[in-house]
C-alpha cells in the first residue's frame, strides 16, 4: 500500500512563490509515476503537473507553464511542486497522485486523473490578490 502526505500549502499574495512536497512511502519510489492536481471550490478537479518514475520527464498544464517546476529527490521519496508568481487563480487545494508502473517505460507520465491510483489528502493554497 502506497501512501502520499502532502505539505507546504499556505496563504501566500499574488506575485509569490511556494513549494508543496509529497512524500511518497511504502513502496518503491522508482516504480510510481506521479502527478499533481487541483481542485478549486464548485471547479472540477484539473491536472496541473506530472513526472516520470525516472528520468523526470515533466509536463505542465497550460495554466501553469513557465511558471511551475515539477521534480522529485529520490534519496527523499519526495516529489516537489515549485509554484512560483502565483496568481489568484492558482487557489485551490492540491493533490498529489501516484500510479504504480513498475513495467511502464521510464519516462512515461500520466495527466489524467483517472489514471492514477493513490492520492493525498491535499493542501490548500490560498493566494491574495
Known amino acids: 500500500q502506497v501512501q502520499l502526505v502532502e505539505s507546504g500549502g499556505d496563504l501566500v499574495q499574488a506575485g509569490d512563490s511556494l513549494r508543496l512536497s509529497c512524500v511518497v512511502s511504502?513502496?518503491?519510489?522508482?516504480?510510481?509515476?506521479k502527478g499533481w492536481f487541483r481542485q478549486a471550490p464548485g471547479k472540477d478537479r484539473e491536472f496541473v503537473a506530472a513526472?516520470?518514475?525516472?528520468?523526470?520527464?515533466?509536463d505542465y498544464a497550460d495554466s501553469v507553464k513557465g511558471r511551475f517546476s515539477l521534480f522529485q529527490v529520490y534519496a527523499k521519496n519526495t516529489v516537489y511542486l515549485q509554484m512560483n508568481s502565483l496568481k489568484p487563480e492558482d487557489m485551490a487545494t492540491y493533490y498529489c497522485?501516484?500510479?504504480?508502473?513498475?513495467?511502464?517505460?521510464?519516462?512515461?507520465?500520466?495527466?489524467?486523473?483517472?489514471?492514477?491510483?493513490?492520492w493525498g489528502q491535499g493542501t490548500q493554497v490560498t493566494v491574495s490578490s
Open positions: 511504502g513502496q518503491t519510489f522508482t516504480d510510481y509515476a
Open positions: 497522485a501516484a500510479i504504480f508502473c513498475a513495467s511502464c517505460p521510464n519516462d512515461k507520465f500520466y495527466t489524467v486523473s483517472s489514471d492514477y491510483d493513490y
Open positions: 513526472i516520470s518514475r525516472r528520468r523526470n520527464t515533466t
